[in-house]
């Protein structure tokens, strides 16, 4: 760089006031990108950020036996997910692949605070009848996280009846 700047000064070039302007600086860039309705949509905060509580589900210390009471569980376990997403509480969710620390799947959700998180987590089949526990973090990520389940939705497709 200071190389390129030596031979300009050598050959006599100059940048004008005029040429700097021609080019976007970085805060120029950002303000010409930003969706205010998007931010607020989103929750974001000056920064494009706001806070969540990350839950971490690790395997409890009662395991439902295989069978139905097994499979009704984990189907009211994602209609109760999928009813948290619907209310916007629930951002984003997944398992872990085997994990010998016994980390079995997250949650992150858009709530006031822990307590919050706790509440809704408890509501959960698989936290009541002692198959997962939960961790909680408070945690500080985009505000653009929320907009991962309308997206999620463009990603599947239909289900084959």
Do not use: C
């Not at 607020?40 to 839950?55: F, I, Q, S």
């Not at 992150?108 to 809704?120: C, Q």
């Not at 509501?123 to 997206?151: Q, R």
């Amino acid at each position: 760089m200071l190389r390129i700047a030596l031979l300009a000064l050598a050959v006599g070039f100059a940048p004008t006031a005029a040429m700097a302007a021609d080019s976007p600086s970085p805060a120029n860039a950002q303000a010409a990108t930003f969706d205010a309705e998007l931010a607020k949509k989103t929750g974001a905060d000056e920064r494009g950020m706001r806070p969540y509580v990350l839950v971490i589900l690790k395997t409890g210390p009662t395991r439902m036996p295989d069978g139905e009471k097994r499979n009704a569980m984990f189907a009211g376990h994602f209609a109760n997910m999928e009813r948290l997403a619907n209310q916007g509480k629930l951002v984003l969710a997944g398992p872990f692949e085997k994990d010998p620390g016994g980390w079995r799947g997250l949650f992150v959700f858009a709530v006031e605070g822990i307590d919050e998180a706790k509440a809704l987590t408890e509501t959960d089949p698989v936290i009541a009848n002692g198959e997962m526990v939960a961790e909680y973090h408070a945690w500080y990520g985009s505000a653009a996280t929320m907009l991962i389940p309308e997206l999620h939705e463009k990603l599947q497709p239909p289900a084959q009846e």
